[in-house]
């Protein structure tokens, strides 16, 4: 399309810049919302789990006693790396060799991006699928999202759980600056979180508008395909 300044024609370019698309934030991220540490090279592992478990204290007993042995035993957990993610774009040399920018990279880049975006949803809909439902469906408001994370930190608590941050929605992390005002308190590098943070009683809180999915599928270990609405989260 030819551009005029009054009568006359003037020159167009195409400009070497590429406008990002849009990708939910990760949330998912090494040694911060979820561990690493049983990647491994082959399709699927066992890692043992040792007898005992929640609240197997010892009882105290009188000094001067014989020890009572009992036979250990362990269980197996079995995990499956069962979710492939891949993602090819096609592009022609002759494409690449007469545009402005480097297509090939670009290309490679945003391939990179959804194959992200792939493993972060699955990775979500696996922890709301095989996670404990709190079984509160009262919605958090302003009003009671103080009281709401107090209580579901006990619940982890209370269960000899660990709460080491807190993975919330859109609209809940709205309610807690409406709770606390227009001002949030920063919690370790936004850079490398990817996604808005804050830290509300002592909770690190993470915004995840990839909770805006209805529909999140991926493989559980027995190889059957989950399909998980996150928007109810």
Same mark, same amino acid.
């Not at 975006?117 to 699955?122: D, L, P, R």
């Given at each position: 399309m030819a551009v005029l300044y009054n009568t006359q024609n003037v020159d167009e370019k195409y400009s070497a810049i590429i406008e990002p698309?849009?990708?939910y934030k990760s949330v998912l991220i090494p040694q911060v919302t979820f561990t690493d540490k049983y990647e491994a090279q082959a399709g699927g592992i066992y890692v043992h789990k040792l007898g005992g478990g929640k609240n197997t204290g010892v009882v105290p007993g009188t000094p001067g006693r014989d020890f009572s042995d009992e036979v250990v035993a362990d269980s197996l957990i079995q995990m499956v790396f069962n979710n492939n993610f891949q993602k090819s774009r096609k592009i022609y040399g002759v494409t690449a060799a007469n545009v402005a920018y480097n297509k090939a990279e670009a290309e490679l880049a945003e391939a990179v991006k959804q194959v992200s #975006? !792939?493993? #972060? =949803?699955?990775g979500v809909a696996c922890m709301v699928h095989e996670g404990t439902d709190m079984a509160d469906t009262t919605a958090i408001t302003k009003d009671n999202i103080k009281d709401k994370l107090i209580a579901m930190r006990k619940k982890v608590i209370d269960n000899a759980g660990d709460v080491n941050f807190a993975i919330v929605s859109t609209s809940v992390f709205e309610a807690y600056l409406q709770y606390t005002g227009t001002d949030y308190t920063p919690v370790m590098n936004e850079e490398v979180l990817g996604?808005?943070?804050a830290n509300f009683l002592g909770l690190p809180m993470i915004e995840a508008n990839i909770l805006n999915q209805s529909s999140a599928k991926y493989y559980d270990y027995a !190889? =059957? #395909?989950q399909t998980e609405d996150l928007t109810k989260v």
């Open positions: 698309n849009l990708y #975006q !792939g493993w #972060q =949803t699955s996604a808005r943070n !190889g =059957t #395909q």
